[in-house]
């Protein structure tokens, strides 16, 4: 299957200090990646799609100063949150979709970032 | 009213049994039809993708579409302990564009008892 990993897995960082983490597909050509955010035993919130090579749209109510995504190339996402507080301690998780099908979305395994 | 709804759980079964695995929809756009499997934190797992209204079968798990009444489900047969996990349903309206946005459903929490 279409294989998607992300880094870090895990962070632990001071308050005002900005997180990046990187997605990857590893084994297709992702142009399209959405990134999530992902509350203790709740579903998966969309916070913004980012096509390769454009701006990110972001979901309403995600504020795009805050998190940062960038979608260079083909195979690489990242998602910076700036200036990070302790609620924005969450599991972040991003997922693909591309050449190895449109409509089908492969997950990467999260980040869980922690801001004390 | 939510676009996708699915029953929360949690759902509790003994080893061996058939789980059978729900959500309704209300919006007539959804065309393809997802089910996810997660285990505690880690990402999303993509257990089933179906198109069409009918069943899609792959080793014990069995997908089920009914367009007409916008609902569909995941079976389990022979349930096993490392089955515990949360499940999602997702759709999207696809059409073959890249990156269709899914909808989720909120996940069942399923619990396999040995």
């Known amino acids: 299957g279409a294989v998607v990993s992300q880094h870090p897995s895990r962070v632990i960082c001071k308050s005002g200090t900005s997180v990046k983490i990187e997605c990857r597909s590893l084994?297709?050509?992702?142009?399209?990646m959405f990134w999530y955010r992902q509350f203790p035993k709740k579903s998966l919130m969309l916070m913004a799609t980012?096509?390769?090579?454009?701006?990110?749209?972001?979901e309403q109510g995600v504020e795009k100063d805050k998190f940062l995504i960038n979608h260079a190339s083909l195979t690489l996402s990242t998602l910076t949150v700036t200036s990070a507080h302790p609620e924005d301690s969450s599991f972040y998780i991003c997922s693909a979709s591309g050449s190895r099908s449109y409509n089908e979305q492969f997950f990467g395994p999260g980040t869980r970032l922690t801001v004390l | 009213q939510k676009e996708v709804e699915q029953d929360p759980g949690p759902l509790s079964v003994p080893e061996g049994a058939i789980v059978s695995l729900n959500c309704t929809y209300s919006n007539s756009a959804f065309q393809y039809f997802m089910w996810y499997r997660q285990y505690s934190r880690k990402g999303p797992e993509l257990l089933m993708y179906t198109y069409s209204s009918g069943n899609k079968e792959d080793g014990r798990f069995t997908a089920q579409v009914d367009k007409s009444s916008k609902y569909i489900s995941l079976f389990i047969r022979d349930s096993q302990p490392s089955d515990s996990a949360t499940y999602l349903c997702a759709m999207t309206g696809g059409a073959g564009t890249s990156g269709s946005r899914l909808t989720f459903g909120e996940g069942t929490q399923l619990t396999v008892n040995p």
């Open positions: 084994d297709f050509q992702a142009t399209t």
């Open positions: 980012s096509n390769e090579g454009s701006k990110a749209t972001y």
